[in-house]
T-cell receptor, first 108, second 115 residues
Framework: GQNIDQPTEMTATEGAIVQINCTYQ??????LFWYQQHAGEAPTFLSY????GLEEKGRFSSFLSRSKGYSYLLLKELQMKDSASYLC?????????FGKGTRLSVIA | EAQVTQNPRYLITVTGKKLTVTCSQN?????MSWYRQDPGLGLRQIYY???????DKGDVPEGYKVSRKEKRNFPLILESPSPNQTSLYFC??????????????FGPGTRLTVL
């Protein structure tokens, strides 16, 4: 299998920075996706990493370390609308395998 | 507009009454997939299809059927729904290519309740 682990819930303050971690099994790795999902809505694409390092995209950045089977999503200047679930997904030798998601609550 | 559509968006039905949830995409994607999402369990794959007439089981295929007669459509069939199939269902599609970036596009979801 391709177990993916990420924290179940996190809380952060508006304007702050939060890091959401994800670990995955490294066998057959072909890329790591992050998706955002607001309650009751469809997941939407945030980022894709296939090489080691940090990919920055506005307030959101994603990091990958292939040797460690580790990724994180970094959200800066948090806004209330960032309250959502963040799903890590491993693209291995089979179609995408999703983690259970991290529910982020942004508080004033 | 490039999109994945699902119908119906909401459905309440009774045990044993066959139903079909349709999924259609207009992006000429080869790959299509069905997921169910339940609290605390995340997104779990039911079935997927790499192309027309090619379908494979995902992690939780029991109680479901699919077909892929045309590239754009991938219906999910519940022959005899049971209450444990009450869930939020998502269809998704993407280009195929495991060694390249291929974002999955998701439909809006179908909330199914089986009484």
């Amino acid at each position: 299998g391709q177990n993916i682990d990420q924290p179940t819930e996190m809380t952060a303050t508006e304007g702050a920075i939060v890091q959401i971690n994800c670990t995955y099994q490294t066998s057959g790795f072909n890329g790591l996706f992050w998706y955002q999902q607001h309650a009751g809505e469809a997941p939407t694409f945030l980022s894709y990493n296939v090489l080691d390092g940090l990919e920055e995209k506005g307030r959101f950045s994603s990091f990958l370390s292939r040797s460690k089977g580790y990724s994180y999503l970094l959200l800066k200047e948090l806004q209330m609308k960032d309250s959502a679930s963040y799903l890590c997904a491993n693209k291995g030798n089979t179609p995408l395998v999703f983690g259970k998601g991290t529910r982020l609550s942004v508080i004033a | 507009e490039a999109q994945v559509t699902q119908n119906p968006r909401y459905l309440i039905t009774v045990t044993g009454k066959k139903l079909t949830v349709t999924c259609s995409q207009n992006m000429n994607h080869e790959y299509m997939s069905w997921y169910r999402q339940d609290p605390g369990l995340g997104l779990r794959q039911i079935y997927y299809s790499m192309n027309v007439e090619v379908t494979d089981k995902g992690d939780v295929p029991e109680g479901y059927k699919v077909s892929r007669k045309e590239k754009r459509n991938f219906p999910l069939i519940l022959e005899s729904p049971s209450p444990n199939q009450t869930s939020l269902y998502f269809c998704a599609s993407s280009l195929v290519g495991f060694d390249s970036y291929n974002e999955q596009f998701f439909g809006p979801g179908t909330r199914l309740t089986v009484l």
